[in-house]
């Protein structure tokens, strides 16, 4: 079993839909929880970053983090056909340098 | 700002060659981490450089080896080349060691193939 699952898609919904990504965890030390996006032969970018348990929001993007579930979350509201692309889920734990990864979901944005 | 730049951008090799990729970190970014993303899959931790020394190391044998220069621009080599190297290599900078402290923002990646 890997420390960290992620349904890999792909996700097609239409535009102007709430998309909600999920990736869950076994290892209880993680601390850290991060969402990028990687669009088709780019490197990851940052979308959100969160300390802990609880929510986030920026923008048109809202990050959940349930510790006690080991279950994170990204919604994504009023979605973009510019939103379609691999959403990668990543946690570390309080004092490692290494990060974890999701395999990644691919996102659909149908105009 | 200047961004995380990686080259080259696409490399293909023989089994059994040696390799070097490049990285020139974020500026005001002291340390770099390189991962490997093979096709459908999630970065897989190589190695961290704070201040010129390893910092870290993942699950990739001896024959992964870097560098980091005084100006915080680094190196991956990878000796005696196998089939299975093929993959997108990432490298990320950041300005403190450790994710808990600074997220890790990323490169485009350099493309090798080994044949």
């Known amino acids: 079993q890997k420390e960290v699952e992620q349904d890999p898609g792909p996700l097609s919904v239409p535009e102007g839909a709430i998309v909600s990504l999920n990736c869950t965890y076994s290892?209880?030390?993680?601390?850290?929880f991060m969402w990028y996006r990687q669009y088709s032969r780019k490197g990851p970018e940052l979308l959100m970053y969160?300390?802990s348990s609880g929510n986030k929001e920026d923008g048109r993007f809202t990050a959940q983090v349930d510790k006690s579930s080991k279950y994170i979350s990204l919604f994504i509201r009023d979605s973009q056909p510019s939103d379609s692309a691999t959403y990668l889920c990543?946690?570390?734990?309080?004092?490692?340098?290494?990060?974890?990864w999701g395999a990644g979901t691919k996102l659909i944005i149908k105009p | 700002e200047t961004g995380v730049t990686q080259s080259p951008t696409h490399l293909i090799k023989t089994r059994g060659q040696q390799v070097t990729l490049r990285c020139s970190s974020q500026?005001?970014?002291?340390?770099v981490s390189w991962y490997q993303q093979a096709l459908g899959q999630g970065p897989q931790f190589i190695f961290q450089?704070?201040?010129?020394?390893?910092?870290g190391r993942g699950n990739f044998p001896p024959r992964f080896s870097g560098l980091q220069f005084p100006n915080y621009s680094s190196e991956l080599n990878v000796n005696a080349l196998e089939l299975d190297d093929s993959a997108l290599y990432l490298c990320?900078?950041?300005?403190?060691?450790?994710?808990?402290?600074?997220?890790?923002?990323f490169g485009n990646g350099t493309r090798l193939t080994v044949t």
């Open positions: 990543a946690m570390s734990a309080d004092s490692n340098y290494q990060l974890i």
């Open positions: 969160t300390y």
């Open positions: 290892n209880s030390a993680f601390q850290y």
């Open positions: 990320a900078s950041s300005s403190h060691r450790g994710p808990g402290g600074s997220p890790l923002h």
């Open positions: 500026s005001g970014h002291n340390t």
């Open positions: 450089y704070y201040r010129e020394e390893e910092n």
